[in-house]
């Protein structure tokens, strides 16, 4: 008795429940799931009161959860995918607990502004994690320790207004990719204790970047850092303990540079003398790297600088080196001083050991051999100054660059071997006593300007951003769920037709196997309770005008009072409708409470096409319908409960909607006079007509329900007998 009935309506307040999840109109279930997932509840959580009210969260007018606060909670567990439901989040503090597991999906999570995750447990960051996160400026990722290894995603493109980007300690590999030209805004990248690795990206160049912590990386960090002299708002650049190369480049534009640790990496040349007079330096470390040149002297306004063991400095006080030693790094310079050279090139005797040179009894030198060690860069006129140099083998290197003229003024000089490099220029006139070998260089002796041909710069790329921000991507949200509605209300309908089918069919082949028999009275039972569970469920997703008397009631004798789910379900169906919230704040106080708004715009007809989502834009057909879902939802949100239409005359009003749809398969007998031809529709009225005596439909009038719904100013519940309105 009454069964079909029941399952009517334990189905439409599943729809109002899918329908809630769906459109993302509440955020109270993924609440509920990110409550069921920390192994204890945050204090002042509870499963059993509003999301809202819980202790540090915090939402909008529209019951959406704006902002969770749970830093240092002790918190255990896995986070739910379903935290990338909550569109309206604009901060998610979760740092210092214990979570673990992978991260969910945040992507395209377009409020988020800050996202802290850092010191916990979790165990991997899943692909696209950095999609659409439009709005992000805090992301704090440190102090993951388990993290599967991960790449910095150039997605983070989207996040331009990102500030602060901490991810020390959390398994980043591979290297900085070049997309810092995206972030105008960025001040804080710590990224210290992971393996990156490869070179500093040249978008770097230009940055706003005051903290630069790239430190300790497991195989380090390699390539010169001259980028940093174009990082004029450095002031605190760690990138100790990794394997930069190359001198340490002028920092004079860098005026707030106050720390700058550089030790343990493979750092030559000379200290520039223009770190000396940085006003802001306060702390420098140079030690454990390959310096070389004249011990510097810090002024006394850098109090705390260390220069210690392992360097190249050709004393170990300040002051300048001899005139030779200084001539030879000079010669270095020219090819960026080499590792090479640094490692060797140590004191302030070039006479004493120093690798290529070859030294007289009188400590003049003889012979330098340079010959196939890979130098780059160009030949220093600086050869010159050692006027007893005799032979000079410069071959089979990658050097560039023009014979400088200064070598033919060499006295002694009976070898030069430059084969087989990449030199360019005219070759100038040596003496007779000079061996000159220039093969293997293809551009030699041309006359072409030594800038030439290769000097042209094709590129065509303006400025270092590498277009951040995909067009389109603000206005493309809220089109989507624009789209989406529509779809799902088609979705839905479709559902309720095949649900119904389906158990109309199960009912039919039922009734005629056990025909006679008794209903297990116990069945029922359960369908009510748990559709007790679901309404309340409902019921505390926000729609927080529906008065707590109206709480579903259920008592098996076949009265089952549903009036606060109808009522629900009729706001669904406006927010559908109007694409607009129940409650919105930013409307005008008339408009702000969608019911009694749109409840006002039904009294006439005519308003109706004006308050539609002008995203459905329904040809002539498609209006009749809506005509008829706005007047259901009207009907269903009546002020008097006993006003409010039963589930099945909703279900009838919107079956007829979608006419057309017909079952395809005709292998069924025609049983109890429903013949799978016909429409729904008709299938429900004939199969009606011959249940008879049984109560099952007897409080919903189809002869009414089928022909439309009169449209009446105001009093909808007028128009349906009190049968209906229970
Ligand atoms: C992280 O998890 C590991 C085991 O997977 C555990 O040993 C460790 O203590 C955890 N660390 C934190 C900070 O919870
Ligand atoms: C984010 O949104 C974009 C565009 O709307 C979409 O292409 C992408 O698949 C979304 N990403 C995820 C992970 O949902
Ligand atoms: C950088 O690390 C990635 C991943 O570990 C590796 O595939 C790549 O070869 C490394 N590149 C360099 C230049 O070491
Ligand atoms: C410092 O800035 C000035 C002015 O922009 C520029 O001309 C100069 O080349 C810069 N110095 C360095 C070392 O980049
Ligand atoms: C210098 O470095 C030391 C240790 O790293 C630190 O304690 C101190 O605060 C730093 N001083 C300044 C002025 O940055
Ligand atoms: C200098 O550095 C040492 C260790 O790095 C630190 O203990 C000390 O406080 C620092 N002194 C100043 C004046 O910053
Ligand atoms: C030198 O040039 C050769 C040929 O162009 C190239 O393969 C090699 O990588 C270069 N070596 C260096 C150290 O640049
Ligand atoms: C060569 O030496 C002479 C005399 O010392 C000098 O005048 C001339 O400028 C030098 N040539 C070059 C190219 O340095
Ligand atoms: C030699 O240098 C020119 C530009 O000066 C360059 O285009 C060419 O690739 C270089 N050749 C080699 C083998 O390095
Ligand atoms: C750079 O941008 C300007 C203005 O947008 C444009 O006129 C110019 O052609 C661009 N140059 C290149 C090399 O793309």
Request: aromatic share 8%.
């Amino acid at each position: 008795m009454g069964r079909l009935r029941t399952l009517l309506i334990y189905l439409s307040t599943t729809l109002i429940f899918s329908f809630l999840t769906l459109s993302s109109a509440d955020d109270s279930a993924a609440m509920a799931k990110l409550l069921a997932s920390f192994g204890t509840a945050p204090s002042g959580w509870s499963a059993t009161t509003d999301c809202c009210k819980w202790k540090n969260v915090n939402c909008d007018g529209s019951n959406r959860v704006t902002s969770i606060s749970l830093a240092s909670q002790s918190l255990t567990g896995i986070l739910p995918s379903d935290l990338g439901t909550l569109t309206q989040l604009t901060t998610l503090s979760l740092q210092g607990n214990s979570l673990s597991g992978p991260l969910p999906s945040l992507a395209n999570l377009t409020s988020l502004q800050k996202l802290y995750l850092d010191n916990n447990n979790f165990t991997s960051i899943p692909s696209g994690f950095f999609q659409g996160l439009i709005s992000l400026q805090i992301l704090s990722l440190s102090q993951n320790l388990d993290l599967a290894p991960w790449t910095i995603s150039t997605e983070l493109t989207q996040a331009t207004s990102l500030v602060t980007f901490y991810a020390s300690n959390a398994n980043i590999i591979g290297s900085l990719p070049d997309i810092f030209g995206s972030f105008p805004s960025l001040q804080d990248l710590r990224l210290s204790y992971n393996n990156l690795n490869g070179t500093l990206p040249k978008s770097f160049g230009g940055s706003g970047i005051q903290n630069l912590w790239l430190n300790n990386q497991q195989n380090g960090l390699s390539g010169t850092i001259d980028v940093l002299s174009s990082m004029t708002q450095l002031s605190q650049v760690w990138l100790h303990k990794n394997q930069f190369t190359g001198p340490i480049p002028d920092l004079s534009n860098c005026t707030s540079l106050f720390d700058l640790q550089l030790r343990d990496n493979q750092f030559t040349g000379l200290i520039p003398a223009s770190l000396m007079s940085i006003p802001s330096l306060r702390n420098v470390s140079l030690d454990n790297n390959v310096l070389q040149g004249p011990y510097p002297q810090f002024p006394s306004s850098v109090t705390n600088h260390t220069l210690g063991s392992i360097n190249s400095f050709c004393k170990n006080t300040p002051g300048p080196c001899d005139p030779l030693v200084t001539t030879l790094l000079e010669i270095a310079s020219a090819f960026g001083y080499p590792i090479k050279l640094a490692n060797s090139w140590t004191g302030n005797n070039a006479c004493t050991g120093w690798t290529f040179i070859n030294c007289d009894s009188q400590g003049s030198i003889i012979t330098i051999n340079f010959a196939k060690q890979q130098f780059v860069g160009t030949i220093s006129p600086v050869f010159a100054k050692l006027t007893s140099l005799r032979n000079l083998y410069l071959n089979d290197n990658n050097l560039t660059g023009s014979i400088p003229d200064a070598l033919t003024n060499m006295t002694s000089l009976q070898v030069l071997d430059v084969s087989n490099n990449n030199l360019t220029g005219l070759i100038p006139k040596f003496g007779d006593s000079v061996k000159l070998t220039t093969t293997g260089n293809p551009l030699i002796g041309k006359n072409t300007p030594s800038s030439g041909s290769g000097g042209s710069s094709p590129s065509g790329s303006n400025g270092t951003s590498p277009s951040g921000n995909p067009a389109g991507m603000g206005s493309s949200g809220t089109s989507v769920s624009h789209g989406m509605i529509a779809g799902i209300v088609i979705a839905v309908m479709i559902f309720v037709v095949v649900v119904l089918f389906v158990s109309i069919k199960c009912y039919v082949s039922r009734r005629h196997r056990k025909f006679g028999r008794v209903e297990n009275p116990q069945n029922g039972k359960e369908v009510v309770k748990s559709i007790g569970i679901t309404g309340g469920v409902s019921n505390s997703n926000g729609y927080g005008g529906v008065p707590s008397e109206l709480q579903s009631q259920s008592s098996a004798t076949g009265r089952v009072t549903t009036k606060v789910d109808v009522y629900a379900f009729g706001v669904v169906l406006m927010e559908l409708i109007t694409g607009r919230r129940a409650l919105d704040d930013t409307m005008p106080d008339e408009r702000s409470h969608l019911v009694t708004w749109f409840r006002r715009i039904l009294i006439n007809k005519e308003n109706i096409p004006k308050a539609i989502d002008q995203n459905l834009s329904p040809d002539e057909e498609t209006m009749e319908s809506i005509y008829k879902v706005a007047e259901l939802a009207g009907h269903c949100t009546a002020r008097e409960p006993y006003q409010r239409p039963d589930m099945g005359h909703a279900v009838n009003i919107l079956s007829p909607l979608v006419e057309q749809w017909k079952p395809t398969s005709h292998e069924e007998e025609d049983t109890y006079g429903i013949d799978l031809d016909m429409s729904l529709p008709q299938a429900l009225q004939r199969w009606q007509a011959n249940e008879g005596t049984s109560t099952m439909f007897n409080d919903i009038s189809y002869s009414q329900t089928q022909s439309s719904i009169p449209s009446k100013p105001s009093g909808f519940a007028d128009s349906f007998d009190s049968m209906d309105c229970r």
